[in-house]
């Protein structure tokens, strides 16, 4: 829809000022040479802010008028061997949805932000306590009592200022969650209850967005990706039937660890559907075993 | 089997013969599985109920419910 709107009324007067971005983004980029030898154009910290400090445009919008040019934001350059300057390119346009700000939620946003997916959208209602400090990454012992998405908007802006976060300081429910994920393109479960994770799933297939499941309990974590048509946690937990609020993780608690695998799987998926690539992880449970370093895959029923 | 359950067979992945008829509980009891709050059982990627009967070729999974963040 964005993009329908910014082609149809994209005046002639922001197409020159594109091309004065473009030819001011030529004038400051400089010269670096990655480790391979090779040499490339690329753009500084610093660079980017004075563009978009001249042009009054955000950080993002410059870097993807650089990539768009062939010039490399260097703070990217380690990402593009890899996913490419289309890719990183797609990653910037890209919004993803991050419900929970804690063990899962800390580490995705981090990941998120260093991939450079250029907006999120943050949900958490909870302030950090100290039994937290084990595992949550945005979580230190100067923060304790206060607001976890404050955190993580905080966060972001020291590792990647040209994300655009928003932050909502609530609890995901069945009356607010359409407002935290229309207009984004992936949503991920980082919550920490089975019966808010059944609303959510409900809302992304409603609203045609893809959903990116995760969940830990002791050395034990899981993922799956949940397209709108998938059957997802509904071949797990029926409505009709008592959804236990919580799993074992209330006897086992987390150590730091699981969170941490299971949140790079989802933030691979997260890529994987943005850029188009690979095969997401879908109707199957991946069942991560950390201890054993074993990962098991449990096939799921389709049919409803 | 995963997680927990993994003690209570050498392998994870296993063939056990058992009666026809025989339901998830009584599978569970040859394998000396105690019943737990949290625990579900996938037959043919199906989730099912303790008392579901369990037929030749069947596929069962058994695992913990996870909802930690």
Same mark, same amino acid.
């Given at each position: ?25 030529? /004038? ?8 391979? $030898?090779?040499?490339?154009? $690329? ?21 993807? =008028? ?27 346009k890209a919004k993803v949805a991050v419900i929970g700000a804690g063990g899962l939620g800390g580490s995705v946003i981090e990941l998120l932000a260093r991939m450079g997916v250029g907006r999120m959208v943050v949900v958490d209602g909870d302030t ?12 230190? /012992? ?47 479960? =980082? ?72 949140? =790079?799987?989802?933030?691979?998926? =997260? ?34 | 089997?995963y997680g927990i359950f993994r003690k209570y067979a050498k392998e994870n992945k296993f063939k056990v013969e058992i009666d026809p008829g025989t339901s998830v509980e009584g599978l569970m009891r040859k394998l000396k599985i105690p019943k737990m709050?949290?625990?579900? +059982?996938? +037959?043919?990627q199906l989730k099912v109920q303790f008392d579901h009967p369990l037929s030749p070729g069947d596929e069962v999974h058994i695992f913990q419910p996870i909802g930690g963040g």
């Amino acid at each position: 829809m964005n993009r329908i709107l910014n082609s149809r009324f994209k005046p002639i007067v922001v197409n020159n000022m594109n091309k004065d971005i473009r030819k001011r983004i030529n /004038e400051l980029k400089r010269k670096e040479e990655a480790p391979s $030898g090779e040499v490339y154009q $690329g753009l500084s910290l610093q660079v980017i802010e004075t563009i978009a400090r001249e042009f009054q445009i955000s950080k993002r919008e410059v870097e993807i =008028a650089a990539l768009e040019n062939e010039v490399i934001p260097i703070k990217y350059h380690r990402n593009i061997g890899t996913i490419g300057i289309p890719g990183q390119r797609k990653l910037l346009k890209a919004k993803v949805a991050v419900i929970g700000a804690g063990g899962l939620g800390g580490s995705v946003i981090e990941l998120l932000a260093r991939m450079g997916v250029g907006r999120m959208v943050v949900v958490d209602g909870d302030t950090f306590a100290e039994d937290n400090l084990n595992r949550q990454l945005l979580c230190t /012992e100067k923060n304790i009592r206060k607001s976890k998405v404050t955190a993580a908007v905080g966060r972001v802006g020291e590792i990647n200022s040209a994300v655009e976060v928003t932050s909502h300081q609530a609890f995901l429910g069945a009356e607010n969650v359409d407002s935290f994920i229309t207009g984004c393109d992936v949503v991920i479960d =980082a919550l920490d209850n089975i019966p808010v994770r059944l609303i959510l799933q409900e809302a992304a297939r409603r609203l045609n967005l893809p959903l990116v499941h995760g969940a830990v309990a002791g050395f034990i974590g899981e993922l799956m990706t949940i397209f709108p048509g998938d059957r997802g946690l509904g071949a797990l937990f029926k409505p009709d039937q008592d959804i236990p609020p919580t799993g074992i993780e209330t006897e086992i608690g987390t150590p730091t660890i699981t969170p941490t695998f299971i949140a =790079a799987g989802q933030v691979m998926e =997260a890529v994987k559907i943005i850029l188009r690539r690979g095969k997401p992880i879908r109707n199957r449970l991946r069942y991560f075993e950390v201890e054993e370093g074993k990962i098991s895959e449990i096939s799921l029923s389709t049919q409803p | 089997m995963y997680g927990i359950f993994r003690k209570y067979a050498k392998e994870n992945k296993f063939k056990v013969e058992i009666d026809p008829g025989t339901s998830v509980e009584g599978l569970m009891r040859k394998l000396k599985i105690p019943k737990m709050i949290y625990m579900m +059982v996938l +037959v043919n990627q199906l989730k099912v109920q303790f008392d579901h009967p369990l037929s030749p070729g069947d596929e069962v999974h058994i695992f913990q419910p996870i909802g930690g963040g």
